[in-house]
């Protein structure tokens, strides 16, 4: 497995894969031919489908500008190497310098056909939970512990830049007023959850009103074209630190407490994005939201100095009941659903911590298992439900008007 540094990164939304993935495909495309004079892309599959809506066609002028773009939206080839395919073409004087064929495969990261180089190098000796279970439990370590012996401990100094920066998406998100770009309508709604308050309400709606506050914080955030941090993707990027920051305020726990949760539930994350993804392209929204709930299950469950056991039982009923989960984003938008499914999970993760904490010793599923299950599920899903906008809500949704009908 890669270092979390491959896992977690800063970049301005709405997708990981639609806009962060090309933005660098296309600069590193830029640096490689710097006496091109214009250059040309085609984007395929669900960059074709969705990219308008993800805002790929504004990240990719803006990279290559003030240079000419010729862009194409190949919706038709079925053929790909990844379902986030692009093609760039670099040219001088109308005559072709250099192409390369480029896959968006999630989180931010890319990959180059013919490149292996640039895929960054695996640092992890193990690459299954039961492994690393095994290696914690004979050398007593917590899973922390084993990322920093990994990593190093300037593991800590990255994990803090990037705590930090979820905490400024939160906090201007809870800021922010007014309707998200796009042409939906809709109205940004973290400052009301945030400063409303039910006439009567319940420690318990107080905790779900809040923790939805962060979550639409962050995910409004992206929507919005804002900084965000893949946690594991743009889309899912309000599930972790909602939880984090909130559990941060109620029980007083300073930030090297939230910075090892970081770790533990990155190192699930890190685990899904090796043994099967977190792509939605690939397999659905249940390998980024239902990904995103399980790392924020698992970065809990270590707030709460649970065992390594309910550490993975709380990942895996995050997991498990979000398999099939599709992705089906409106108009191609990071909006319906995406959005209220960001606060939804959030919440969820509670309770799956919560439900670990009695029935760990019962458990018959293992964190392996459900990754597996997820990534078997989402091989299996039809192309419609994986950020085409051809399935589900985006389908029965009334289509955006033609201009000039």
């Known amino acids: 497995m890669q270092s979390l540094t491959e896992l977690y990164k800063a970049g301005r939304g709405p997708s990981s894969s639609h806009t962060m ?54 919706e038709v080839t079925a053929d790909l190497p990844h379902p986030n395919t692009m093609d760039l073409t670099a040219l001088r004087k109308g005559e ?121 914080a962050a995910g409004e955030q992206n929507a919005a074209g804002g900084t965000v941090v893949t946690a594991p993707t743009c889309g899912a990027c309000g599930v972790l630190p909602a939880v984090l920051l909130y559990t941060q305020q109620t029980r007083g726990t300073s930030d090297s407490q939230v910075l090892r949760a970081l770790a533990t ?47 993975e039982y709380s990942a895996e009923i995050a997991m498990e009941h979000h398999l099939g989960l599709t992705c089906d984003p409106i108009w191609g938008l990071v909006q319906i659903p995406c959005i209220e499914r960001n606060a939804v999970a959030a919440m969820r993760a509670l309770n799956a911590v919560r439900l670990a904490n009695f029935l760990t010793n019962s458990r018959k599923i293992s964190f392996d298992m459900v990754v597996e299950t997820m990534y078997q599920t989402g091989l299996d899903m039809s192309h419609q439900y994986k950020e085409t906008s051809e399935g589900g809500l985006a389908k029965l949704y009334p289509r955006p008007p033609v201009p000039g009908r």
């Open 21 to 74: 993935g090309p933005d660098r495909a296309a600069r590193r495309f830029l640096a490689a031919y710097p006496t091109a004079d214009a250059f040309a892309v085609t984007l395929y599959g669900s960059l074709a489908k969705t990219g308008r809506g993800h805002g790929t066609d504004r990240v990719l002028q803006e990279a290559f500008a003030p240079l000419p773009l010729s862009l194409s939206f190949d």
């Open 265 to 311: 539930g990155g190192l699930m994350g890190n685990l899904i994005k090796t043994n099967a993804s977190i792509s939605g392209a690939e397999c659905g929204c249940q390998a980024e939201i239902g990904s995103a709930c399980s790392m924020a299950a698992a970065a809990l469950a270590e707030f709460y100095d649970m065992s390594l056991d309910q550490i």
């Open 96 to 216: 072709v310098l250099g192409r390369w064929r480029v896959m968006s495969v999630g989180g931010g990261t890319i990959e180059v056909e013919g490149q292996p180089a640039a895929t960054p190098p695996d640092i992890y000796p193990h690459s299954t939970f039961a492994d690393i279970a095994a290696h914690c439990k004979t050398h007593e370590l917590r899973l922390w512990e084993y990322v920093a012996q990994v990593e190093g401990e300037g593991i800590w100094d990255f994990l803090f830049e990037i705590w930090q920066t979820m905490q400024a998406c939160i906090k201007q998100g809870l800021l922010s007023m007014g309707t998200l770009p796009g042409g939906l309508d809709i109205e940004r709604r973290a400052y009301s959850l945030y400063h409303g308050g039910h006439m009567d309400e319940s420690a318990a709606t107080r905790e779900n009103r809040l923790i939805c506050a962060y979550a639409f």
